[in-house]
């Protein structure tokens, strides 16, 4: 494993020293021909031996920019090149240029090896690239303080720049085995602008030597002052970065509630705003209990015990609440001070005590600036104290959250067990049923209970009662143990449930009957023994074929034929289960058939009274049951509302009829769609959220669904019902009042419900050709309707003679057998293929000019009849 560790790192070792020579040898193969065939004269004013230590100085003074997570070094070498590059030929400047830095690296800085190596080859490509860029722009004999010069000079160093950025870029990129087009970004944004400033000064400072050399102290005291201005600038911008980030620090960790991603989100950030490689929290060990040291780095979060706190530890004061500040010499990396001396400590680093409000205490510390050249101020000691008071606030708060959280799980398990057996209770044990059924297992149900265990209570007490209820659990659990993946619950007082997965109904009998003699066992009690029975219902059910509630009720009546028979364990009987209800059989099979879809739409057209365009299709609920055939809606209805089934029920309606009707927009027909809903639905906000989800799951526009009410159902809860129907419309959800006319108050409040049309009730439509008072009524609805912005839809219309006349008092749509009965889905598509047809046949013979207008189908679906 070490050979392996040694042989990938030396491969990107490698790497960089291929891309040194191929620099040396870029520049050697550059340099030799241009030179020696055009050796240049040098400028008379300033010797070779003059700027070789500038360039040496220029490299040993270095300015370091903060950025977002490290520094950027800058150098002022380019005061000193561009004097080179006017006064000395270029062999003069390529060697005071590689020289200089090189020494300047090798003795101050005591590089060696493949950085040195990697740095003299850079160094010597940008002198080589920049003496000829500008000698390619600058004529020997020009003016070397014109225009030309400076245009040279500056051209010159931009090539140098960019070359040094793209080096360091390709040395990084081969290091770490990737591309990150960010450093060489960061480079370029950062090193240009300081480039072009150094140039400037550097132009001005060769203009005073050439001009008015005397001049050169005037500019020497711009450039402190510059100095110190910029100084003044770092420390600002400083001061708002560090803002920013502590804002953003507070802002990460305060909306965090889990606590062991509190603790890494503190750990993380607080080393990111630091700019320090490590970050670690030390909860201090107490009596009762270790201490604990999370460690974060690289992304990666350790813990390990802390069993006591050295007093040589570097950040052994913050335990007594002093904040520690661990420098290292600027400049001069990997040097420390004399207080890590001998103690294993880090090159540097920040501790500051954390305690929060319970008293838990802590140390909160980050250590290894990720810039070796910076170390840690004592401004970053204030910023990392106030890091530290907002860091114990949100552990306050996450320890909180934790502590509620595993409350919650606790009321979780009390909700779903016996507080007195400790066993699973019936919620769980009909979940177990339901999550069986759903994974389509065979299984039997057990259903148990003891004979005479109000004689117990009532002659013993409740506590010799509690006592034989324990040992019945235990023993349940027991010889369930022998059958796997067995449950064992407690539904109530003295009942009990046993289920028995993979079993059938006479292995499961065996199992009950060796449960029975069990229990029926003496059982020790103040004193006596207690001589115990127990009757045991047996029932089998397949995958989804029942609910729960429809097992426990089979098993609960063969436990009573037990009971009655005094067997002590009974198999269910179809012929026991006669007596129950209609009821119960429907509210089992409904839950099954609301889950499994079967439940079916049959629809039935609408059409224009004008043109006898189809319009829309209205939804008519069908269930067709096993065992008691046709199901009329309205005892669907009252069944669902009985048993909680409602809200799946219209939840189901939607989804269908939506996803009907995406099939039919597929087929090239746009059909809008309709929903009948309850009041219940209407009063519940949730069928907004319904609403949303299905249009956007079958992507229909809101204004293609109609949700119809009844005048009646609107009038239960009006207050209520209009938030949800407002919302609805808001959506841009068209609301209908089905059968209108039938209630008392829809004059009253049909003007503020936010509806866009009424249907007429179909009892006025059978009369209306018989009745002139059932005319004057629709009429009368049909006025009143337009006058609010309504449109009018007659149901019920059977002949030609009452659509003639619906269409005479101004309604706008009429539906009934007169059009159409209602239809299975999958005849709609050829139905509507064969009236469109003969729609435009109609047309063709009609004598009327002008073109008919375009087909507008619209589906609309409702629960109803």
């Known amino acids: 494993m070490a050979s392996q560790t040694r042989a990938g790192r030396a491969r990107p070792e490698r790497r960089v020293w291929q891309l040194a020579a191929l620099m040396a040898a870029a520049a050697v193969a550059v340099a030799a021909p241009g030179f020696i065939a055009h050796p240049y004269a040098a400028v008379p004013g300033v010797a070779w031996c003059i700027l070789l230590p500038l360039f040496a100085l220029a490299e040993v003074h270095v300015i370091h920019l903060p950025a977002e997570r490290s520094s950027h070094s800058h150098v002022l070498r380019e005061i000193p090149a561009v004097a080179g590059l006017t006064f000395l030929a270029p062999q003069q400047y390529v060697s005071a240029y590689v020289l200089g830095a090189g020494l300047a690296l090798f003795v101050w800085s005591k590089l060696r090896g493949l950085k040195l190596g990697f740095n003299v080859a850079m160094f010597a490509l940008e002198a080589v690239l920049g003496s000829l860029t500008y000698h390619a722009i600058f004529v020997v004999g020009e003016d070397p303080i014109g225009v030309h010069a400076w245009l040279a000079a500056v051209v010159a160093v931009l090539v140098t720049d960019i070359i040094s950025a793209a080096a360091v870029t390709a040395a990084i990129s081969l290091t770490d085995s990737h591309f990150d087009s960010e450093v060489l970004r960061e480079a370029v944004r950062t090193g240009i602008p300081a480039a ?157 005590a954390l305690r929060p409000a319970e008293g838990v205490e802590a140390v909160l510390l ?36 934790d502590r509620l959280r595993h409350v919650a799980d606790e009321r ?14 019936r919620r769980a044990f009909t979940d177990a049923v339901e999550a069986a059924m759903l994974r389509g297992e065979t299984a039997a149900v057990l259903l148990l209970d003891l004979d005479d265990f109000k004689d117990v209570n009532d002659t013993l007490g409740h506590t010799a009662g509690d006592r034989l209820l324990t040992v019945t659990g235990e023993r349940l659990i027991g010889t369930g143990a022998e059958a796997p993946s067995a449950m064992v619950a407690r539904l109530g007082g003295d009942e009990f449930a046993v289920l028995l997965p993979g079993m059938d109904t006479e292995t499961a009998v065996v199992h009950a ?27 089998e059910f397949y995958g989804t074929s029942r609910s729960s509630e429809d097992v426990l009720a089979q098993a609960d009546v063969a436990m009573y034929a037990a009971k009655a028979s005094r067997c002590g364990v009974q198999a269910y009987r179809v012929e026991d289960g006669h007596s129950t209800a209609r009821r119960l059989a429907l509210a089992a099979d409904l839950k099954v058939a609301v889950r499994e879809r079967t439940l079916e739409l049959w629809y039935q057209p609408q059409a224009a009274t004008g043109t006898g365009q189809v319009t829309g299709f209205e939804a008519l609920l069908r269930w067709d049951h096993p065992q008691f055939g046709y199901v009329p809606p309205p005892e669907i209805i009252a069944v669902a509302h009985r048993t909680g089934l409602l809200r799946s029920l219209t939840d189901s309606i939607l989804g269908q009829a939506l996803r009907d009707r995406a099939r039919w927009a597929a087929a090239g027909h746009d059909l809008d769609v309709s929903v009948n809903v309850t009041p219940a639905d209407i009063a519940d906000l949730a069928l907004v959220e319904v609403v949303d989800a299905e249009l956007s799951a079958t992507g229909t526009a809101p204004g293609a669904l109609v949700i119809e009410i009844t005048e009646s159902d609107a009038m239960r809860d009006f207050d209520r019902s209009l938030v949800v129907l407002c919302a609805l419309e808001a959506r841009g959800v068209r609301l209908s009042v089905d059968d209108f ?70 309604c706008d749509l009429y539906q009934g057998y007169g059009l159409a009965r209602p239809m299975p889905a999958d005849q709609l598509l050829g139905w509507l293929a064969r009236h469109q047809a003969h729609a435009l046949i109609t047309r063709a013979d009609d004598v009327r000019p002008g073109p008919a207008a375009p087909v507008a189908p619209a589906l609309r679906a409702v629960s109803g009849t």
């Open 196 to 352: 072009l400033v150094n140039t400037c000064v550097a132009l001005l400072v060769v203009t005073l030597v050439v001009a008015r050399p005397m001049a050169l102290p005037l500019l020497g005291a711009l450039v402190v002052l510059l100095v110190l201005g910029y100084r003044v600038h770092i420390r600002l911008a400083r001061g708002y970065t560090r803002l920013q980030q502590l804002y953003q620090f507070v802002g990460s960790t305060g909306h965090t509630s889990d606590l062991e991603q509190a603790v890494t989100n503190i750990l993380s950030e607080a080393a990111e705003l630091l700019h320090a490689t490590t970050a670690q929290l030390v909860l201090l060990p107490t009596a009762e209990e270790p201490g604990r040291r999370i460690t974060w780095q690289a992304g990666s979060v350790v813990t390990d015990d802390v069993r006591a706190v050295s007093a040589d530890t570097w950040w052994s004061a913050a335990v007594g609440g002093e904040s520690v500040l661990l420098k290292h010499e600027s400049g001069r990396a990997g040097k420390t001070t004399a207080a890590d001396a001998g103690s294993g400590a880090p090159r540097d680093g920040v501790a500051v």
């Open 366 to 401: 980050v250590t290894d600036r990720t810039f070796e050249e910076e170390t840690f101020s004592v401004e970053d000691l204030r910023v990392f104290e106030t890091l530290a008071a907002h860091a114990a606030v949100a552990l306050d708060k996450a320890r909180v959250v």
């Open 412 to 425: 979780a398990h009390e909700a779903m067990h016996d507080p007195l057996t400790g066993l699973p209770n």
């Open 513 to 539: 009957r060796a449960l029975h003699e069990v229990l029926c066992a003496p059982v020790p009690l103040l004193g006596v023994e207690l001589t115990s029975s127990a009757s045991i219902g047996v029932t």
């Open 741 to 810: 006319g039938t209630g008392h108050s829809s004059l009253a409040y049909l003007d503020r419900l936010p509806v866009h049309e009424v249907k007429i009730d179909q009892s006025f439509v059978f009369r209306v050709e018989k009745d002139a008072a059932d005319s004057t009524i629709v009429r009368a609805t049909v006025n009143l309707a337009h006058d609010l912005g309504l449109r009018v839809v007659a149901e019920g219309v059977e002949n030609d003679l009452a659509k003639s006349l619906v269409t005479e008092m101004g």
